[in-house]
């Protein structure tokens, strides 16, 4: 091949790697699958040992709150099960309520994953830990014939304030509660 020839090809190959869906969306960062902070829509199972009437699933709210029996609102957002134990229990304490508390704090429901583009059932869908893109477009029923299939692009909230980040995920990759997943369509 001439000196021309493979300047052609080169941009040629330059140019339909730019015209890829997505080649202009950064790579999205690692989500860390260990220690789960609570966000709006979760819904929690607080116990309160010894204390039936402190015992309860709660939802947090869009502020990142629950509302609980004698505490009132408690702002959770962003903190993880164990954390949202110590403070039940200092509060509790503090206010003279209960002795010596022992709280639990469990999820019950994970805020839902949003599933759009190139799959056969488009939707919203109940996340699962340690669920993949791949294991998340399996449950909106597979990619359609059109998908590009080694990637797609996310949105998530990444704080409480609602700060969304979108990146490009690769098949292999943990999806987030509260992911907005778009597989893109293929050019032929």
Do not use: W
């Not at 116990?47 to 709660?58: K, V, Y």
């Not at 957002?77 to 229990?89: F, H, I, P, S, Y």
């Not at 206010?95 to 059932?121: C, D, H, W």
Request: hydrophobic share 45%.
């Amino acid at each position: 091949m001439t000196l021309r020839g493979t300047v052609i090809c080169a941009l040629a190959a330059l140019l339909l790697a730019g015209c890829q869906p997505g080649a202009n969306v950064a790579q999205m960062p690692n989500y860390v699958v260990y220690g789960y902070t609570l966000g709006s829509g979760d819904e929690i199972r607080i116990i309160t040992f010894g204390e039936d009437q402190l015992t309860g699933d709660f939802r947090v709210g869009d502020e990142g709150n629950v509302a609980l029996p004698l505490l009132g609102d408690v702002h959770v957002a962003g903190m993880t099960t164990t954390q949202v134990d110590r403070l039940l229990e200092s509060q509790l304490a503090a206010k003279g309520l209960i002795r010596n508390p022992s709280v639990s704090t469990e999820v019950v429901r994970y805020r839902p994953i949003y599933v759009l583009g190139e799959v056969a059932r488009p939707g919203q869908y109940e996340f699962h830990p340690n669920m993949t893109l791949l294991s998340a477009v399996a449950i909106a029923g597979g990619f359609t014939y059109r998908a590009v299939e080694d990637y797609a692009v996310v949105v998530r909230t990444v704080n409480t304030n609602g700060r969304a980040l979108t990146g490009l995920v690769q098949a292999n990759s943990f999806i987030a509660p509260g992911d907005v997943i778009k597989v893109y369509m293929r050019h032929f």
